[in-house]
Structures are given as C-alpha cells and as structure tokens.
C-alpha cells in the first residue's frame, strides 16, 4: 500500500518500543464513505497507518477511532483535509505535527497534544495535559476543559483557546498567534514572549518577564466574538488582553534569518 | 545547489545570503507574482480548513528588499509581489498569492518532496484534494563500505 510503503525501512528495534510490522490491517469498516476503527486490540503503529491508509490511499474523509485507550501519539503527521473524530482519551503527544484535519476528541489529552500543528481545527471536549498546542504554527487548538503548564510554548502562529483554567507559565515564549483564557491563569503568564496576543476572562495568578496588559480593539472584540460563537462557547465576557512589552526581546534586534524561523 | 540560477539572482555561494527569496530558491518568477488577476478564482475559506480562514489569521503583507511580499513557511522563503496592492486588500492580496502558489505546487518545500520526503504524504498535503502520494519510495544513502550492524 502506497501510504506506508516508506515506512518497510523500520526493521529494527533493540528496546522494542517500536512496532516494527508495518502491514496495514484493514479492519476498519467503512459506510457511506466514513469508516470506524476500533483501537481497542490496535498498537499506536498500527492505528495511526490504518488512519493514514484511509485518509491518504482511500480517499475516505472522515474517521472515527473507537476505543483510543490513552495510547500516545496517535492521529500524528496527518497532512491532508479530512475529519476525524476520537470516541475517547488519548496519551502523550496526540495529534502532533497534523496540515488540515478538522479533529474531535471526546475525551481528555496528556501532554503535548497538537505541537507543531500547522493548520486544520482540533476540539478537545475535556482537559489537556501540560505544553498543549507547544510551538503550533496555525490553526485553532480548542480545549473544553483545564490545562496543565505552559501551554502554547514556542507558539508561532494559530489560536488557542481554554474554557477552563490555565496553569503556570502559559504563553511562555510566545511569539506570535493569540491565546484565549477563558478561565483563571497560574503564574508567569506569557513570559519572555516575544510577540502575539493572549485574551484572559479570568484571574492572572501573576504575569511573566516583558509580558504587559494591552488596550482591546473593535479587532480584537471581533475575533474573540467570532472564535466563540464558531466552537459554542457564548459571547465574550469582559476581558483583558496581555501583549509584549518588547524591552526584553524585540524583533529588530534579530538576525533576519532569526526573524524568518518565528514568521 | 547550482550557483547560475538568472541573472535576477546573481548571488554565488557560498555567500551568506540574508534574504531568501522563493525566487532564489526555485530560479523561478510565476506569473501570480506579476499580474493580479492570476489570483482571481482563489477562495480563501474554502481553501483552509474550519469556519473562517484559519491558519491564514497569520499571514499579513510583509516586505522584502523594499517589495512587498508573502512569506511562505513551507519554504522558509518570501514570494515577491510586483503589481500595485490596492489600498485595504494588503493582506487578502498576500494570503490569495499564497495559496496559489501552495496550489500550483511551486512552493520550494513542495518541490523537495519528491525527492526527499520520507513518508508517504500527499505531494500538495491540504491545499488540493487527491494530490498524488510522495515519500512512498524513498531510499537513505548508505555510505560505501558500511555494513549494518548485527540485528538490523
């Protein structure tokens, strides 16, 4: 099969951490053009080549996984528009490095879900773990629940919003995309960030290093607005907007080489 | 890398080269760069994915070299504009230049892809639907003489 053909040089393995069969099992069942997995008897490896063999090969858009079971790593370097949906918790790293796909997960998330996103939609309907969305380059990451520490680390772009509470040091070294907090916030929020925007409804424990309160716009209302009308979190409530004081880092004292890895 | 790519980009290497344009990289101008209406049938929502432009929100006109330009971070690379922006559309103009060019496939990182993706993927990933798979067929070099280790 065409999708995984690439992965047959993953032979070896001395600390049998990695499913080395890479044969694609078809078991999915597939229905008017959507197909179901159930993962409950599925290795990481085998889940994950199962959606890629769907999505890439069958021209199937739309995936459910049955039964995740908190196995990490699953849904990654998914590169193509497409919907899924996961009918439970997922582990540590879920749904990382993925260009496109519009995700539910009905469940809760460890930690690092969605790092290194680039585009698509990914809805968490329970809490997350810490570093949620970590260096996420585009798109809208949605946590219906509380998250752990540092969320949106290294975030480069795209929109993270939590409808519960945050924990320490969210934000930290932000440098561009926007954040919307719309619970309470632990301490050093947005610390050493170099750029972007972080809204918070709630109370901030305390802010970080060069992270300073902002002036709202009639922008900034309207995008907040329009994010919480499209993911069913009602109309905005009063808000305070958190910016970079840029007096520890600024961009014109970057090499432009430097400027473009945070573009 | 060949150092004669045109003589609009006349650099040698291995200077250092501080602003990498899609033009250097490709040896290529594309006609979207030059005339407006090339960008004309592009849709932005439908081109992203959810309800609104997505991960377009961060994409704004920026310049290089005193032009106005986009920067595509597929290639780590700004694609130059040339004709006259008119006034307010800035920004949908910088996003329109992008996606077609992301379309075509001309993006320098999409052009690496046939010889050096290493998984599966599709050639134009989320921007057209059905591209063909690349990265299905990729062999690491091996250097001569080198023997796999017992096991492997």
Same mark, same amino acid.
């Given at each position: 099969?065409?999708a995984?053909v690439g992965?047959?040089?993953?032979?070896y393995?001395?600390?049998g951490?990695?499913?080395?069969d890479?044969t694609?099992?078809?078991?999915?069942?597939?229905?008017?053009?959507?197909?179901?997995?159930?993962?409950?008897?599925l290795t990481t490896?085998?889940?994950n080549?199962?959606?890629r063999?769907?999505?890439?090969e069958?021209?199937?858009e739309?995936?459910?996984?049955?039964n995740?079971g908190?196995?990490?790593?699953l849904?990654?370097?998914i590169?193509t528009?497409?919907?899924?949906?996961?009918?439970g918790?997922l582990g540590y790293f879920?749904?990382g490095v993925i260009?496109?796909?519009?995700?539910v997960?009905?469940?809760?998330?460890?930690w690092s879900?969605?790092?290194?996103?680039?585009?698509g939609v990914?809805v968490?309907n329970?809490n997350?773990?810490s570093?949620?969305g970590a260096?996420i380059?585009?798109?809208?990451?949605?946590?219906?629940g509380?998250?752990g520490?540092?969320?949106?680390?290294?975030?480069?772009g795209?929109?993270?919003?939590?409808s519960?509470d945050?924990?320490?040091n969210?934000?930290?070294?932000?440098q561009?995309?926007?954040?919307l907090?719309l619970?309470?916030?632990g301490?050093?929020?947005?610390?050493s960030m170099?750029?972007?925007?972080i809204?918070?409804a709630?109370?901030?424990?305390?802010l970080g290093?060069?992270?300073?309160p902002g002036?709202?716009t009639?922008e900034d209302?309207?995008?907040v607005t329009?994010?919480?009308?499209?993911?069913?979190l009602?109309t905005?409530?009063?808000l305070?907007?958190?910016?970079?004081?840029?007096k520890?880092?600024?961009?014109?004292?970057l090499?432009p080489?430097e400027?473009?890895?945070?573009? | 890398?060949?150092n004669?790519?045109?003589?609009?980009n006349p650099?040698?290497?291995?200077e250092?080269? @501080?602003s990498?344009?899609?033009?250097y990289?490709?040896g290529?101008?594309?006609?979207y760069?030059?005339?407006?209406?090339e960008?004309?049938g592009?849709?932005?929502q439908?081109s992203?994915p959810? !309800?609104d432009?997505n991960?377009?929100?961060?994409i704004?006109?920026l310049?290089?070299? !005193?032009?106005?330009?986009?920067f595509d971070?597929?290639s780590n690379?700004?694609?130059k504009i040339?004709?006259?922006?008119?006034?307010?559309?800035?920004?949908? @103009?910088?996003?329109?230049?992008l996606i077609?060019?992301?379309?075509?496939?001309?993006?320098?990182g999409?052009v690496?892809k046939e010889?050096?993706?290493?998984?599966?993927?599709?050639?134009?990933?989320?921007?057209?639907?059905g591209s063909?798979?690349?990265?299905?067929?990729?062999?690491p070099?091996v250097l001569e003489g080198w023997?796999?280790p017992? !096991?492997?």
């Amino acid at each position: 099969m065409d999708a995984v053909v690439g992965e047959s040089q993953i032979t070896y393995d001395a600390r049998g951490l990695v499913e080395v069969d890479d044969t694609v099992l078809g078991v999915a069942v597939v229905k008017d053009g959507k197909a179901t997995i159930d993962a409950s008897e599925l290795t990481t490896r085998k889940i994950n080549l199962e959606i890629r063999s769907l999505v890439y090969e069958q021209g199937i858009e739309d995936v459910t996984v049955l039964n995740p079971g908190g196995k990490h790593s699953l849904g990654v370097g998914i590169l193509t528009r497409c919907k899924m949906t996961f009918e439970g918790s997922l582990g540590y790293f879920a749904l990382g490095v993925i260009d496109g796909p519009e995700v539910v997960v009905n469940g809760r998330v460890g930690w690092s879900a969605c790092e290194n996103m680039m585009a698509g939609v990914v809805v968490i309907n329970g809490n997350a773990g810490s570093l949620t969305g970590a260096a996420i380059r585009g798109g809208d990451l949605v946590i219906k629940g509380r998250v752990g520490a540092r969320t949106g680390i290294d975030q480069k772009g795209g929109t993270i919003i939590i409808s519960g509470d945050a924990g320490s040091n969210t934000g930290f070294m932000m440098q561009r995309g926007r954040q919307l907090l719309l619970g309470d916030v632990g301490p050093h929020l947005g610390d050493s960030m170099y750029d972007g925007t972080i809204y918070v409804a709630g109370k901030v424990k305390s802010l970080g290093a060069d992270c300073v309160p902002g002036e709202m716009t009639d922008e900034d209302l309207e995008f907040v607005t329009r994010k919480m009308a499209f993911y069913d979190l009602g109309t905005p409530p009063e808000l305070q907007k958190f910016v970079c004081g840029k007096k520890l880092y600024n961009y014109d004292n970057l090499e432009p080489s430097e400027r473009k890895l945070v573009l | 890398m060949s150092n004669d790519h045109s003589v609009s980009n006349p650099r040698k290497d291995p200077e250092k080269i @501080i602003s990498i344009d899609s033009e250097y990289l490709t040896g290529k101008r594309f006609a979207y760069q030059e005339e407006i209406s090339e960008i004309d049938g592009i849709d932005l929502q439908e081109s992203t994915p959810g !309800g609104d432009i997505n991960w377009l929100e961060d994409i704004t006109m920026l310049e290089e070299d !005193g032009t106005p330009a986009v920067f595509d971070r597929y290639s780590n690379s700004f694609l130059k504009i040339y004709y006259d922006i008119p006034a307010g559309r800035e920004d949908e @103009i910088a996003r329109k230049v992008l996606i077609k060019h992301l379309q075509s496939g001309n993006s320098y990182g999409t052009v690496l892809k046939e010889r050096y993706a290493k998984f599966a993927q599709p050639e134009l990933g989320p921007w057209v639907k059905g591209s063909k798979t690349v990265g299905d067929n990729y062999v690491p070099p091996v250097l001569e003489g080198w023997e796999a280790p017992e !096991g492997h």
